[in-house]
């Protein structure tokens, strides 16, 4: 018989679960506002996923062209985002990310720097100006490099390669958390009054991904399993340019600062393909001429952006039409030439990461000869839903930040405004989450509850015979590429969600050699649990959204429609187990809100208030 009382028991005001940028800037908030704050992670702190950001953090500092102001970003936002966005998230990301970049430079991040010593920024996709602050293309190394020195002088606990299981409730309120340590595959039970997660997407689901391994879903089953809803998990973001070639390594992202730096997508004839792809939404603000988009490069203020620059979404679905028309690259991808637009001296010193990556697992020298690039999975912009203020979820006690949580970004990300929203509501959710502690009694947690949270658990060890789980995680990516990929229709989702289901019964009969110290085939049966609750979460809303928007591309609803701006898809658990989709009507949005997002640049350019 398990005894409750022999395992170990920590205790936190807070537990963060996650050690990204979104969880170190909560975890910062919480022990700034005095709370005893704990930190669990899968990985060694510092090995975060954030840890592989490329090209930067959006912020409308202004320091590069100075009609940049929040408004412009704002819009930009819920442009690229196809008005999906929870409206007053997009207000408060794009107000708060210029405070948060300056508190991290404060805390130590060395950006790259103008001629005039400011904070230098960077062109992305969907941004109308420079507005990403940068490190080369190794931002994301010292966002957490920074983040991480700072953290551990606020006397926050961290425990390391403990992976959380299941969230403890008692009447209705979180009351703690299950977890184990990777290393003795030990039990370990956290008393807390407040969870915040800030676990990452999903991205290992699909085979082509850039994804960490890390990127199992953890928040997202968790969440569910604990009744709190997801929201809009079709929104799933393909990058434009990911390697395709050697197989070995398909699918690591090559960044979006190429194209920022000037790079260009060429079709096997030679051609400057992205003209021919420029959406009528965005026709006025592109350069329609291969002359007017060099004279964007070259620093004429006059000049439209070059449709390289249009968002994820349309760039990656023009990649595959070209492929699909025989105009693709060798492998099957396109071409993306910085060679011959930039000296070797700036890509190496612009790109070293880009320069070092094609060198040594492509044989390819990209201040010589252009890269081969496709699609690949890179973001989830659905995830669990949260207020808009505060980060909560219906689950009182239970916040979510980061990729894990849903509303920012609507139907698609821009680049570089995933970093920014770590720090925006990374923070926002340290500082409600306190709050709420403050207000509330820590609850003892049920015994049976983490009884049956581990039984689960050594099931899987205790088994005589099963299934292996890294031959289903392999099916399941199949199922996932080949039915919920970058484009899909209504049989090939159905048949992914049946085959999904079917793989329910394989994952109850997983097994994995009966020893819990440092076994990845335990730890990879574990995630198994949640990165299905993902999949299925993006096949059924993929299957509801009967329209194309952003992310989602449906072959048999080719178009956006007035009807899919009305709703928002929401997932939860049904009383019977089961899950449940169902559209949820959105509200109108704010006044002043929508008449910044439909104004022109020239009305919002200089206008700070
Ligand atoms: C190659 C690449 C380049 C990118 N470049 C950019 C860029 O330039 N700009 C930009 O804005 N965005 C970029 N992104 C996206 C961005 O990096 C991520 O969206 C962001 O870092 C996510 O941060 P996070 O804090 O939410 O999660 P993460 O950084 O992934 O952290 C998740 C944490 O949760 C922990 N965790 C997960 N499950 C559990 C569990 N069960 N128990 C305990 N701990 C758990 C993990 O160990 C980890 O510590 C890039 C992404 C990739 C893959």
């Known amino acids: 018989m398990l005894n409750i009382k022999e395992i170990q028991t920590i205790e936190h005001d807070v537990v963060v679960v996650g050690a990204g940028g979104a969880g170190i800037r909560a975890a910062i908030e919480c022990a700034n506002r005095g709370m005893n704050t704990g930190m669990i992670s899968k990985s060694l702190l510092g090995k975060a996923h954030t840890v592989m950001a490329e090209g930067g953090m959006a912020a409308a500092l202004g320091n590069v062209d100075s009609r940049d102001n ?13 008005f999906l966005n929870q409206w007053r998230m997009a207000e408060h990301h794009a107000k708060e990310a210029p405070e948060r ?13 103008t001629k005039d010593g400011l904070i230098n920024q960077r062109n992305f996709g969907g941004h109308r100006y420079p507005r990403l602050a940068h490190v080369g293309d190794r931002t994301g190394l010292e966002m957490i490099r920074t983040l991480q020195d700072f953290c551990i002088h606020q006397g926050i606990a961290t425990h390391m390669e403990c992976i959380a299981l299941d969230v403890l409730k008692t009447k209705g309120k979180v009351s703690g958390l299950v977890a184990y340590w990777r290393e003795t595959g030990r039990f370990v039970i956290f008393k807390t009054k407040a969870i915040i997660f800030a676990t990452g997407g999903a991205g290992r689901a699909w085979s082509v991904t850039s994804n960490s391994w890390e990127y199992t879903g953890d928040g997202l089953g968790m969440a569910y399993r604990a009744g709190a809803e997801l929201l809009d998990l079709e929104f799933t973001q393909f990058h434009p340019t990911g390697m395709i070639w050697p197989p070995s390594v398909k699918g690591i992202l090559v960044t979006e600062g190429v194209r920022g730096e000037g790079g260009i997508l060429l079709n096997n004839k030679n051609e400057r393909f992205m003209f021919n792809y420029i959406p009528e939404k965005f026709a006025a603000e592109t350069a329609d001429t291969i002359e007017e988009a060099e004279r964007w490069l070259n620093g004429d203020r006059e000049a439209r952006r070059p449709p390289e620059l249009l968002t994820r979404d349309v760039v990656a679905k023009a990649i595959m039409k070209e492929v699909k028309a025989g105009r693709g690259s060798k492998n099957g991808g396109a071409y993306l030439d910085i060679a011959s637009r930039q000296s070797a001296e700036h890509i190496k010193k612009k790109l070293p990461s880009m320069y070092h990556q094609f060198k040594e697992l492509a044989e390819v020298d990209i201040t010589k000869e252009p890269m081969e690039v496709g ?3 890179h973001y989830f912009m659905g995830g669990i839903k949260v207020d808009h203020d505060t980060q909560s979820t219906n689950i009182p006690g239970l916040y979510a930040c980061g990729e894990c949580a849903a509303g920012l970004h609507g139907a698609n990300r821009l680049g570089g405004n995933s970093l920014s929203d770590l720090l925006v509501f990374g923070k926002r959710s340290g500082e409600y989450a306190s709050q709420y502690c403050k207000d509330n009694q820590l609850e003892p947690a049920n015994e049976q509850d983490i009884a049956e949270i581990i039984r689960k658990a050594t099931d899987i060890l205790n088994k005589e015979e099963g299934k292996n789980p890294f031959v289903i995680h392999e099916d399941l990516q199949k199922i996932m590429n080949n039915h919920v990929g970058i484009v899909r229709e209504e049989k090939e989702l159905i ?5 999904i289901e079917d793989l329910k019964t394989d994952i109850a009969q997983v097994k994995a050699h009966p020893t819990s110290q440092y076994n ?3 730890n990879a049966a574990i995630d198994l649990s949640n990165i299905i609750i993902a999949s299925e979460a993006v096949a059924k809303s993929a299957l509801l959204r009967e329209e194309s928007r952003g992310g989602h591309t449906r072959l048999d609803f080719p178009d956006e429609t007035e009807k899919g701006l009305e709703y928002n898809v929401v997932i939860k658990q049904g009383d019977n187990g089961e899950m449940e989709t169902q559209k ?4 109108a949005p704010p006044e002043n809100l929508s008449k910044i997002a439909l104004s022109s640049l020239q009305d919002l350019e200089g206008e700070n208030e």
């Open 70 to 82: 929040w408004k412009i970003h704002f819009r930009d936002t819920m442009r690229g985002g196809k």
């Open 584 to 587: 949820e009507m959105r509200s």
């Open 520 to 522: 990845p085939g335990w």
């Open 101 to 113: 970049v300056r508190e991290l430079e404060d805390m130590g991040a060395v950006f790259d720097r």
């Open 495 to 499: 048949e992914g969600i049946k085959k």
């Open 375 to 377: 699609p690949t999975l």
